[in-house]
């Protein structure tokens, strides 16, 4: 029983009480059904360009809010199409818009242009020229897709002959010589290109190598390769029965991503207009040259994330827009008849058409995170999950970055970690780990899920000496790991060398930079072994992230043996800059420049001759002479 607030006969003399109680109760419920969710902002402003004034449609949030911007595949597969408002309303978006560019104009395709990235599993790999990434805390970062690599190993290993490479996924082909990975994120299960080899990887072993027609495994992928001669030899590498695994490698710009999704050209950097068609290889008229409606994804100074539409404008005039919008970063998504912006239930800007792909902005699900020495592990398709007070996380990636080499054991079922002297190995489905072949019990099993195997956490991080405690304000597993750096890698590796095992040197040496990045003597023999190897644009990558100048030299003439004339020109242009390096620095230029792919006789010239000055008994300005007298 509920006592009212007045009396009937109070009701019956103070009618207007009554009326304003009513009023009022309207303007708190229409407040209430406009105001903002999550701290989500839903607005419009009129900025000016060069092509006059325009207004722009957005929605904006902080990354501090209670939300996660993430890609969305249309039906959850690469190659179908859906409605903007589909894709948001059965994900539970509060916003959304469309993503990356598609071919809309053939029923029969439908693939998207870019890259898409869905918890940590690469799904679609073929064109954007940028990216936007989105790692966990949802600071958004932007970068160049072109060193984005998606690679794989045989047997165990990584290194050649054992390595091998794709250029595309989930992408149907276009040319005999592309090499393409199909997952079972593919439109269809079956594939058929005709005169194409096809090696099917089920559960990590090769089942199959067949021509013409393939099945996409559902705990695997397929490796089609095009009739092209120069793919026999990657052909070759495989047989049935081999283990095989898949990975991707991503710049430094894009590391430790929980979401990508790449499409283009830059609009804003650093609160400029950054619009260069020909850096970003665009030739397309309807982007370097006509007006329309457009989509864009940016963020402002502290972090906050923008994404919008603007009707009727240049490329160029879009960035100039946002940037007095007061965008730091922008990049274009696509636009035209695909452009729409999706706001509480209804649409802000209406798409002329069904999408591939969309962005879609949904609550923030508790997910534990686990962080190792300081940097989170994100591990593609696996997100930790507690269960039974068991913080279970996957296998891959954990080890590693606690030190440790990894193996599965297929007789056994089992996973096994080695450290040092120290061997764990964790059966799946059984509650007795092995620590060096002394049976241990574990507080949960391990266990597999989708294809991924689970591992407590605790246990292992203990097991290899680490101290883990709970973060309840972060929601994570906060993991300091008693290997205090990489050296202990690189000394192992260094004695690896004199004992001539390059394969087991180069696994140390990759442990030791990945525990500690900063360690420029381990990138150094890193680079030295992967040019030994002949892999140069790994040995590249290597030789990049040494801090100092002793780098520059390797790093011109790994570029230079891989055909990357330009990155070669600017390696050996710093070293010029170093007294020590001078005149290799020099001889370096000379001999870029006279390449029959850059041909550039006259500025080879000036630098032999600089060698010759500078150094005129050295072997390399005997070499110089000879090349000049030619």
Known sequence: MTASLFSKSAKKEMPWIHSMIVLFSSFFLLFLSSSPAYGLEQSSATVSTSGGSRTIQYIQFHPTEDLELRPVLAQNKVGQTESLASMAQRTGAVAAINGTFFNAYDARDLQPMGALMIDGVLQHFRGGPTAVGMPTDQRLLFGPTDSIKILGGINGSRNWPNNWYAWFMNHEPTSHGEIVLFTPSFRSKTLSFTGFTFVVVDGGTVTSIRKDSATI????????YGPAPQNQEQINKFKVGDQVESYIEFPSSLESLRHLMSAGPKLVSRGAVDVNFERE???????????????FIGTRSDGTIVIGTMPNVTIRQLAEGLVNLGLQEAMNLDGGASSGLYYQGR?????????S????VVPRKRVPIVEVNGREIVVPGGAPFIEDGTTMVPVRGIFEALGATLHWDGPTNSVIAKRYDREIRLPVGQRTAFMNGVAQDVPKAPVNRNGRVYIPLRFVSEALDAHVHWDPQRYGAIITSTVKSGQIHYEKAMQLLQQGQEDLALIELEQATMIDPTLSDAWMALGDLYNKKRDYRKAMEAFGQVSDNRAFIPLGWAAYSSGAFDEAIAAFTKAVAVPEHRVAGHYGLGVTYRHFQVQAYDQSAVHLRQVIELAPQSTQAQEARRMLAQ
């Open 217 to 224: 495994p559902d705990q695997g992928f397929v490796i089609a």
């Open 281 to 295: 290889g665009i030739r397309d008229p309807k982007l370097t040259t006509y007006g329309g409606l457009r989509s």
């Open 347 to 355: 649409y802000v800007t209406t798409p002329g058409r069904n999408l």
């Open 357 to 360: 792909n969309s962005l879609v």
